[in-house]
């Protein structure tokens, strides 16, 4: 093992620490120390960032193609994204450099290849035969623009319809346009005086492939004769013309229109159409024309050899239907089904079972493309039912509010989840299996299970497993469940601020070992649950009330309270016990008409009966009130211990402990109390808000049991200080405590306060947390005053351990780690009852003061032993709480506590702290700073973890510029710098995590996660983990034509493309209509591309390739040179005999 050596960077001088401590730094960081106890084993080779895989349904779809051989599915968006979907597992995530949208997909039919049309008028061929697609060839056209591309079934020609109204056609083997052009006015009438629009449709002649059916968007359709180069037919109607269908015959094709109307044509009848009907309209009974419908944008025929053919569109309704869904419609012979979709209809495709557009096309499903979802509609069964997706396409079913990533968890953890959550499964999808099929999984080699956890703005939360690079969800939790709802605007109390979402998630805290979870909303509610494989009822929800108040003294100084130390205290500090039933005892609020609310909750809990199934169950639920006409602050920052049986929450008043067993609050301290008296770090608030209780009680909490000389208590001196002078105030206290009714209202709580505050002065580090600001974007000019930004400090970490809460301590014991958004590390002691007694007697808590400061807020903290390994917080393991006692007594069990306690004078702990700005590692207990490391001058963190890596810690960081680092532990050595991904959205500033095992992930658009890698050996490993996409299958044969077809000429008429559309024929195209682009994926993009050990056999199987090219071009030059030295000896021979027998004179 390497003994580590730091860089020599200028990061200041670490502070000198007592002689006797291991961690002692009397030399400057960047000086390697003979002496260092911590060995570190992470270099820079061990870190390389890379995208891994994106996970949900693609955003701003635009278009949809399928290829019916592989059954692969390709989508494309309006920012360029193309997204391949196969079997459950398989899918991938590739990206045009230009962003422009993609119009138009066409699969190469079951060649691994796909063509992409998007609207800056370029197209692309991506290979798929790779693991991450590449683009092999680009075009750009220069003067016209694409609006329609066709390819037909084993063709390599490819047809391109322009906004001009002309067809050109590339060869899609070499993407050369051919010199064969169809000008369209050559396709229309010579007397048409008008331009008839932009090509709308492409298709050939299912039976005669040298007949090809061009659609403009005027209404007139051109049957096009491609040898002749002229029109046979030509089909007007007066409306707009959105899509064409062919019959399999070849004898009659379907036009959708403008005003709702389908119209059917037999190619030999150009004079009027066959059929007009339409679909959605009112048939008049004096015999005229039904009344105009919306337009029918896409119309699909579809034949069956056993039955009636299907005709299957989109759009159509009615004008008088305003407000409904969108639909799309199946006709079946004489019936005909309206489905409704829940969003607007992008595009659907039919599935048949062949290929061959010659053939009966025997549809089976259809796939609709929806506006935030996709549909696979079964039509093999009566009703329509729909198939179940394999795919998590429904991260964004509500919005996603937060998100959080444990990889290595308990390998217990997802099959427990997974049983729960297959009993929320929906009934009444098809039976058959999902039809895209395509493609294998990944042969990867990580085995560790990975959990995702996503909060939503309608108050669910959702446990995916993101194991070996797949995402599926596992469980539903709805935590709204918990609270009445208002059914009608009308109902809603006159408390009422926020209209929308008020069960959103603001954070939450998960104990993966204890299955403990802790959930935060914006109402300024905490929930705590517990997992239970066992279905119960609650009668009555456990309800906790907790007033957070912080008054803010005019003078420059606190209260005199000498030089003293705080000492634990007992049950005068914190709340009584628990008394017959205080969780149900409930306050009775004011709610004046002069609109001053005061201990009023601002979500009511259901008061009926709350049948809770397997899974997770209410254990208690915390509100903050209303305080004097002001509603409770957003909780920033919650942390729950399953060892201890606390929780902890905090917001910009201060900090609440509650204890979950006792169902009591034991601590409500505002933040200046944090601060012991004599702190050299305190911070006095100011605040410009007026004062509304004497400066006597900077602090005011209550709950249910409490006497209001209990909530009268300071806890760090216990003393008694009037709350209130106002002795009808006292008087409604008491009223609260013996009256048992709820009352609730709503408030606003800001998602996004603390990062559009900083996007908007990134130069601030005191934030203000009082903003109120519910989007993602902010102006960046700042209106912030100075005396705001002082007195805006705000709870912004937690992290409970075992440590030394004082510099004396030579014992551990259970500590708080408290972190604010000013920067300010404080402990805090906690006292628990042995274990017989826990029940029964109070939790003692003591702040301690401060323990070091740092620049910026306070992001993670954590604590290392001597030897560097990570000391996480202890926890309880898992038992179910519905379980008998005995099953409980086998089960439950508390893991074993920290490391031995330190010697006299030896630190034997290492905390590590990060902040917006800079990290630091603080020996314990003698709180010396041995390592510091400033992270960035110009920005600031946004999010940073302190991660397991390769057998070891390090700290991971994302930065508001777009930067992500890592730093060893202990010495903060920087491993890894890259500018990776500019902050152009609060959705990513409020999504980035970072978990173990060089894992990471953020929400890259509202329905989409976009999973990353900082580690070397899973870049990799990463093409053996990703899933194929091209699997080798036999093409289908091609429908029999028959005897009689065959002998008079009825079947398929076949058409030598290369003939008519080669250079030889049709010449060359001018150079000046579009540039030819090499693609990344080409030999010359491949080179760079190939890495690792797959990309070791793609530069040997290139080499080879190469090899062979030049092997093949030296035998092209000496067969030229062969048949040249042949020449020239055929003419020196000619010409030996031609003087061979004259004489010199003849000459």
Known sequence: MKKFNIRKVLDGLTAASSSSSPFSASAQPGTPRENDVVQETLQTEHFLLCKTVRHGFPYQPSSMAFDPVQKILAIGTQTGALRLFG?????????????????????????GALVSALADDSIHLWNLRQKIPAILHSLKFNRERITYCHLPFQSKWLYIGTERGNIHIVNVESFTLSGYVIMWNKAIELSTKTHPGPVVHISDNPMDEGKLLIGFECG?????????????CRYNYDEAIHSVAWHHEGKQFVCSHSDGTLTTWNIRAPAKPAQIMTPHGKQPKDGKKPEPCKPILKVEYKTTRAGDPFMVLSGGLSYDTVGRRACLTVMHGKSTAVLEMDFPIVDFLTLCETPYPNDFQEPYAVVVLLEKDLVVIDLGQIGYPIFESPYPLSIHESPVTCVEYFADCPSELIPALYSVGTRQKRQGYSKKEWPISGGNWGQGTQSYPEIIITGHADGTIKFWDASALMLQVLYKLKTAKVFERARSKEEKPSTDIVDEDPFAIQTLSWCPESRMLCVAGVSAHVIIYRFSKQEITTEVVQLLEVRMQCEFSEVDSPDPGGEQTPTLPSSGASSSPQESEPPTQQSTGSNSSDGARDNIPCLQVRSSPLKQSPGYQVELVIQLVWVSGEPPQQITSLSVNSSYGLVVLGNGNGLAVVDYLQKTLLLNMGMSELYSPSDPYQRQPRSPRKTRQPSGALCDSSDGANPSEERCKSPNSGSTSPCNSDDERKQRFIEKVKLKSRRFSKTVANDFAKMSRKLSSPGEQKPDQDAKDNSFTRSRSSSVTSIDRESGEAISAFYFCESFPRKADVLVSPCLLVGTTQGSVMMVALSLPPGDQRLQQPVGIASCGTLVSLKGGILTMSLLDAAGALLAPSYETWYDPNASDEEKEKSRRRRPASPPSSQEGQDTQLAVLCSEKQAKVVALPSQTRIYKHNITEVSFVLRADVVQMAGTNCIACF?????????????????????????TDMRIARTFCFSNLGQALYLTSPTEIQRITYSQETCDNLQEMLSELFTPVETPEAPNRGFFKGLFGGGAQSLDREDLFGETTAGKASRSLAQHIPGPGSMEGMKGAASGVVGDLARARIALDERGQKLGELEERTAAMMASAESFSKHAHNTMVKYKDKKWYQL
């Open 87 to 111: 079997r459950a597992g398989v899918e991938c995530y590739c990206q045009h450099e230009s962003g422009a949208a993609i119009i138009q997909l066409q699969f190469l039919i079951n060649e």
């Open 220 to 232: 007139v359709v051109v049957l096009w004769d491609l040898k002749s180069k002229k029109a046979d």
């Open 959 to 983: 930065c508001a510029n777009g930067h992500i680092m890592t730093l060893s532990l202990p010495s903060l050595r920087p491993l890894l710098d890259v500018n990776y991904l500019p902050l």
